[in-house]
């Protein structure tokens, strides 16, 4: 049916999502966050993982059932720890790395197929990495 008249549509800027987080879980400000079968959950080394972006505030649901609270998560190039053991080097920029725990991304799935997907490499430095999700 359409509209009949103006309307106040909501909007949301699309860096931004709110999901619900795993049951037994938390997951800390400014880590990696991933959705794990609906639910979100810290970034680790699994396969099936999809990368959602970074919590932007702690959400702990360590003593609650799935969807018990929210956390707030941003896509956008955030800067992370560099795999010691496969690490990012700027022939990585432009392409996928992937995810080691909630805080460090490495360069290939060296792992046996057993890493996701975090994101793109935007840049790489002494430092860290740069990743863009989303």
Same mark, same amino acid.
């Given at each position: ?18 999901? /619900? $987080?795993? =049951?037994?879980? @938390?997951?800390?400000? *400014?880590?990696? !966050?991933?959705?794990? &079968? /609906? $639910?979100? =959950?810290?970034? @680790?080394?699994?396969? *099936?993982?999809? !990368?959602?972006?970074? &919590?932007?505030?702690? =959400? ?75």
């Amino acid at each position: 049916m359409a509209a009949a008249g103006p309307r106040n549509t909501i909007t949301r800027q699309g860096e931004d999502r709110e999901i /619900g $987080v795993k =049951a037994a879980t @938390r997951i800390w400000q *400014g880590t990696i !966050a991933v959705n794990d &079968a /609906g $639910v979100a =959950a810290p970034g @680790r080394t699994a396969t *099936g993982l999809v !990368a959602l972006g970074l &919590a932007q505030e702690t =959400a702990d649901n360590s003593g609650g059932a799935a969807n018990a609270i929210r956390v707030k998560i941003r896509r956008g190039t955030f800067y992370l720890k560099n795999s010691s053991g496969d690490p990012v080097t700027a022939a990585s920029i432009g392409k996928d790395v992937f995810i080691v725990d909630d805080e460090t991304v490495s360069a290939t799935n060296a792992g046996g197929n057993t890493q996701s997907v975090a994101g793109k490499c935007h840049d790489v430095d002494a430092g860290g990495v740069w990743v863009t999700f989303g």
